[in-house]
């Protein structure tokens, strides 16, 4: 099937190139789109606001006159920052140009690009070595492909105001030695599966069809032909595996899962999102017999989804693998894919919610098409569900889940991740979980170690704490063995590798639950993790059962960390603390960067630790063994930079287990205001945990809640075969269930 597409796209493309040449501009606007923006400029608030915005700044860049400074600099230095707002402010000066029709704006982008065509013959590579491709305006191809996608934007507006002889001088010296440097000229960056190739394609696609260049325009789609395979590592430390299967379509098919994830994660699909919808719009205009916002069943509309799915409370993304905290959807990114897709796809009125509160659009005919909507009052409200999101792309790569339950006026979200790894930006946290109340993260995911565009902090590039801490398997909250990362900490490992779902169920939004195995992170090693969310009254927020067992060929060191990354309020285990001086947790594999502040010998089958969070008061119920220990530490050993934040976690120890079982019960409760200074319900209630069963076939688990509930946790071990039905006799009661994980509650 999928060549059958590709030979039916060669052909169109090919009778597309005999047909009448192209009217100018046809990338993101067109005559038609253009028209109708300013004959209804003034009966869409938004619009007219974004414009008013844009044109502002546009101004005050022109009025600055022309800089073209040689470059020099990393990420957040000077000429990387003015080459960074020049190609910004490129396209927004055409667009300007197009709608108002003042000329100045068209002669400004022209003297710009041509002191760039006079500049770019006389560059080498960027003096920067810090990339696995060195790009020339910027430190890396992926920063020149950036400026060459909102670059042929403006070409696109401008190109009618100029002659043929100044047409021939931006495209013999700037645009097409450009294209031919970051393709030809770099295959390691051009023909991968990544989004820096995304970019590559997108701007190489684009800047093909405002100079009608079909060759170019096949290079876009279908990657340079011939190169066979390069291997190497980038600058995220990935893999670099360069072969056929390349270009926009390849990124298309391999990049996402039938469901719309990305592999690299929300916050790379954030960033992804930008070539993928311009080009696509691109296309939709200058090659509409593509149909490609159609393309893999309307693939782009699913990532879009996926995305916005994936975010909490205020819209930030769930900062998995090397992402940033506090990215979300008012990136620029996300405005233009929301009103590409309401645009291109249907018009679905729940995407006008989220465009309000971007506040503002793009200044093109999909911006308008929303703004419009907007002030015709058919905006409702975009609910995000309990989802699972299969992950590879045949969907076969285990999955990522977002489990929701809205409870007294909050949001309540549990992330779960269990796909494959991610490429370059993936971390080494099979089964682990994040957990959120609102936009506060009650048990938190690291994220990146990077300070983007922050020039201090190495040029804004990953720092060398992402590899060996961010990365690492205990700088997330899932068990850690042998104080070792998952796959040695290899990532080629881990992409051969993916985990498994083994069980998803949130048909009941009461009883919402995921479950995940994974049996090739650590050699001779079963991971099973099962997440149970459901409200109860006994707490004011939803509650999460976790049940995370191990099973492995040999006795093992097992750790379970807690990033709860805020205020400890009390611990049920006495803690001892060190009185002279602070020891490192271990050398390596990211315990060289714990702090170890106390630990303490559980004496119990339970123990209990709270903490604080923003206002809120959170507790977690464990089950123990009598023995095990736990550790409080604290991340920022060995840093000698402060690169790292100082954030506290607590880790629960067992040592030399075959066959251990976690238990945590987790739920926030109470609050409290610091100008009342009145705490309210600060102590979480009485809750209780009984193992009643576990072997190899079952897990048996009763949790009582306050005296109010009791919840009966069944999962089969090994038979995940829905429908099944399972039957288990203890002390002379019968469980029965159905399905490879049931939860029954009873009121006492």
């Not at 995911?445 to 190495?458: L, S």
């Not at 067992?549 to 603390?577: C, E, K, R, W, Y």
Request: charged share 20%.
């Amino acid at each position: 099937m999928k060549i059958h597409i590709l030979i039916s796209i060669s052909c169109l493309l090919f009778i597309s190139a005999l047909q009448s040449r192209t009217i100018h501009p046809i990338l993101t606007l067109t005559k038609s789109g253009l028209a109708d923006i300013r004959k209804n400029i003034n009966k869409a608030p938004i619009f007219k606001e974004s414009y008013i915005q844009i044109k502002s700044d546009v101004d005050e860049w022109v009025k600055s006159g022309v800089n073209v400074p040689v470059p020099k600099d990393m990420a957040g230095g000077y000429t990387h920052e003015v080459h960074k707002r020049n190609f910004l402010m490129l396209q927004a000066a055409g667009n300007v140009y197009q709608i108002s029709g003042d000329k100045s704006y068209a002669l400004h982008i022209k003297k710009v690009f041509q002191a760039y065509a006079a500049m770019y013959p006389t560059l080498g590579k960027h003096p920067a070595m810090r990339s696995y491709a060195r790009g020339k305006i910027f430190w890396q191809c992926l920063n020149d492909a950036n400026w060459m996608v909102y670059a042929s934007q403006a070409y696109d507006c401008i190109y009618e105001t100029l002659s043929k002889s100044e047409r021939d001088n931006l495209e013999t010296n700037l645009f097409r030695p450009f294209a031919d440097f970051i393709s030809i000229e770099n295959p390691s960056f051009f023909n991968r599966i990544h989004n820096h190739s995304t970019w590559g394609n997108a701007a190489v696609g684009m800047i093909a069809l405002v100079m009608e260049d079909d060759s170019l325009l096949k290079r876009a789609l279908y990657g340079i032909s011939g190169m066979g395979a390069i291997s190497g590592v980038d600058n995220d430390g990935g893999t670099i595996d360069v072969n056929q299967s390349a270009g926009f379509l390849a990124q298309l098919d391999e990049a996402f899962s039938p469901d719309g994830y990305y592999s690299e994660g929300p916050y790379y699909e954030r960033y992804a999102m930008s070539p993928f919808i311009l080009f696509s719009q691109a296309l939709a205009n200058a090659k509409p017999e593509l149909h490609i916002f159609q393309y893999r069943d309307h693939l782009l509309k699913k990532a879009l989804t996926s995305l916005l799915n994936m975010t909490d409370s205020k819209g930030r993304f769930f900062p998995i693998n090397d992402a940033q905290k506090g990215m979300s959807y008012q990136s620029r990114e996300l405005i233009a894919a929301v009103n590409a897709i309401y645009f291109y796809e249907g018009q679905d009125n729940a995407l006008l919610s989220i465009a309000e509160s971007q506040g503002k659009v793009q200044i093109d005919q999909t911006g308008l098409a929303v703004a419009s909507a907007i002030a015709e009052h058919k905006s409702q409200p975009f609910v995000k569900n309990s989802m699972l999101f299969s992950d590879g792309p045949k969907g076969n790569g285990g999955a990522v889940s977002v489990l929701r339950q809205n409870v007294n006026g909050f949001e309540n979200a549990c992330f779960f991740k269990y796909g494959i790894q991610g490429m370059g930006h993936g971390h080494f946290d099979r089964l682990s979980y994040s957990l959120y109340q609102n936009q506060n993260e009650i048990l938190q995911d690291y994220g990146a170690a990077r300070w983007v565009n922050i020039d201090q902090k190495a040029g804004g590039v990953y720092l060398k704490e992402n590899q060996s801490w961010a990365k690492q398997t205990i700088a997330h909250n899932t068990v850690v063995v042998n104080e070792s990362s998952q796959f040695g900490g290899n990532t080629q490992r881990g992409d051969l590798y993916p985990s498994q779902s083994y069980y998803f169920d949130v048909s009941n939004p009461n009883i919402q639950i995921a479950s995940a195995v994974d049996t090739n992170a650590y050699k001779g090693v079963s991971l099973h993790r099962t997440l149970c969310f459901l409200p109860d009254e006994s707490f004011d927020q939803s509650m999460l059962i976790d049940i995370f067992a191990v099973d492995s060929d040999t006795p093992n060191n097992l750790d379970l960390p807690f990033h709860f990354g805020s205020q400890l309020m009390t611990s049920s285990v006495d803690i001892v603390v060190p009185e002279v001086q602070l020891k490192t947790l271990g050398k390596t594999d990211g315990y060289q960067h714990l702090w170890k502040e106390g630990h303490g010998i559980i004496d119990s089958t339970q123990y209990i630790i709270s903490w604080f969070t923003n206002g809120v008061f959170t507790t977690q119920y464990s089950l123990a063994e009598k023995g095990d220990e736990i550790i409080f530490a604290r991340i920022g050993a060995n840093d000698p930079n402060f690169n790292l934040r100082r954030d506290p976690l607590f880790i629960h120890r067992k040592r030399q287990e075959k066959n251990a079982l976690f238990i945590n019960v987790i739920s926030s409760h109470g609050n409290y205001n610091p100008v009342d200074e009145v705490p309210i319900n600060s102590y979480g209630p009485k809750v209780m945990i009984d193992l009643l069963l576990n072997n190899d076939a079952y897990t048996i688990a009763k949790i009582t809640t306050g005296g109010k509930n009791i919840y009966t946790v069944m999962i089969s071990n090994k038979n995940n075969t829905p429908g099944q039905s399972h039957s288990v006799s203890i002390n002379d009661v019968t469980y029965n269930w159905k399905n490879a994980v049931s939860v029954q509650k009873i009121k006492i």
